[in-house]
């Protein structure tokens, strides 16, 4: 997975109205995507909401990215990161979480609609 591609299929959801949500169909943002930018290891959306009021979410870099017509998933889960190596997977499952963040071990799916 290389950063020009996920950048290249952000630009394709630019200036569409989207929707944020993880596995459980959790729903996470809603707006109109207006820009995109890298702020260290995060992805920050800024998202035009329904009064037309922008408002910035941030993503963390995905472990893994597919892309379709209308969505993109950004995939947090411990076996992508793990990459395969059961000691790494084992030893960040058992990690002691005082708070998680609502994106662990998920699949974050930004969407087109209409």
């Known amino acids: 997975m290389k950063f020009e591609n996920i950048e290249k299929d952000l630009?394709?959801?630019?200036?569409?109205n989207i929707i944020i949500f993880n596995n459980p169909k959790k729903l996470?943002?809603?707006?109109?995507?207006?820009?995109?930018?890298?702020?260290?290891?995060?992805?920050v959306l800024t998202l035009e909401n329904e009064k037309g009021d922008l408002k910035e979410y941030e993503l963390p870099?995905?472990?893994k990215s597919e892309f379709d017509k209308d969505h993109i998933k950004f995939d947090y889960n411990l076996e992508n990161f793990s990459k395969q190596n059961s000691y790494?997977?084992?030893?960040?499952?058992?990690?002691?979480?005082?708070k998680k963040s609502k994106?662990?071990?998920?699949?974050?799916?930004?969407?087109?609609?209409?």
Not at 88 to 98: A, D, G, I, T
Not at 103 to 114: E, G, K, Q, R
């Open 88 to 98: 790494v997977y084992y030893k960040s499952k058992v990690l002691n979480f005082s």
């Open 61 to 63: 870099f995905p472990f």
């Open 11 to 16: 630009q394709n959801l630019l200036l569409r």
């Open 103 to 114: 994106l662990y071990n998920t699949v974050v799916v930004l969407s087109s609609y209409v």
């Open 28 to 43: 996470l943002k809603k707006g109109k995507l207006k820009l995109f930018k890298v702020k260290e290891f995060y992805y």
